[in-house]
C-alpha cells in the first residue's frame, strides 16, 4: 500500500510518502522509491514465460472418446414415469418395499434417539446422593 499525502503547508510543497510496515504493522515514512517498490516485487523481472514442464498432453484429442462410457442403461426416464403417476402415494415410499424399509427404519432411529436424549438429560437433571 502506498501512501502519499500533500504537505498542508503550501511554501514547502513537498509530498510525504508513507509505506506500511510489516513489522510494525503501522505507516512508516519512507522514500519515494521505496513507496513505489513494494517488498518482493523486482522491477527488472522479465516478462517471459516460464519453460513448459511437460511439453506435450498425455492424451491426444483424437485418442480422447468422444461418447461416455455409463455403468448401465439410462434409467431416469422411466423412474421420471413412476415418480409422476398420481397415485396418492408420497413420493419418498413411491419404490416399494426398499423405500418403506428405509423410512421405518429412520423414523424408529429418529424415536428411539429422541428417547434416549430425554432419558439422559432425566438423569443429568436429578442431584448427586452423596
Given at each position: 500500500?502506498?501512501?502519499?499525502v500533500d504537505n498542508?503547508?503550501?511554501?514547502?510543497?513537498r509530498k510525504?510518502y508513507?509505506?506500511?510496515?510489516?513489522?510494525t504493522?503501522?505507516?512508516?515514512g519512507?522514500?519515494p522509491t521505496?513507496?513505489?517498490?513494494?517488498q518482493?516485487?523486482?522491477?527488472g523481472?522479465?516478462a517471459?514465460?516460464p519453460?513448459?514442464?511437460f511439453a506435450?498432453?498425455?492424451?491426444l484429442v483424437?485418442?480422447?472418446r468422444?461418447?461416455?462410457?455409463?455403468?448401465?442403461?439410462n434409467?431416469v426416464?422411466?423412474l421420471?414415469?413412476?415418480?409422476?403417476?398420481?397415485?396418492?402415494?408420497?413420493?419418498?415410499?413411491?419404490?416399494?418395499?426398499?423405500d418403506?424399509l428405509?423410512?421405518?427404519?429412520?423414523?424408529?432411529?429418529?424415536?428411539?434417539g429422541?428417547?434416549y436424549?430425554?432419558?439422559?438429560?432425566?438423569?443429568a437433571a436429578q442431584?448427586?446422593?452423596?
Amino acid at each position: 500500500m502506498i501512501f502519499v499525502v500533500d504537505n498542508i503547508f503550501p511554501v514547502l510543497q513537498r509530498k510525504m510518502y508513507y509505506k506500511f510496515s510489516g513489522f510494525t504493522q503501522k505507516l512508516t515514512g519512507s522514500a519515494p522509491t521505496a513507496a513505489y517498490s513494494p517488498q518482493g516485487l523486482r522491477p527488472g523481472v522479465p516478462a517471459e514465460a516460464p519453460p513448459m514442464i511437460f511439453a506435450s498432453p498425455t492424451k491426444l484429442v483424437s485418442e480422447a472418446r468422444t461418447v461416455a462410457e455409463y455403468i448401465g442403461p439410462n434409467r431416469v426416464p422411466d423412474l421420471q414415469k413412476l415418480f409422476q403417476i398420481s397415485d396418492g402415494v408420497p413420493i419418498h415410499l413411491k419404490r416399494g418395499v426398499p423405500d418403506r424399509l428405509l423410512y421405518r427404519t429412520t423414523m424408529a432411529l429418529t424415536i428411539g434417539g429422541t428417547l434416549y436424549c430425554l432419558v439422559a438429560l432425566y438423569f443429568a437433571a436429578q442431584p448427586n446422593n452423596k
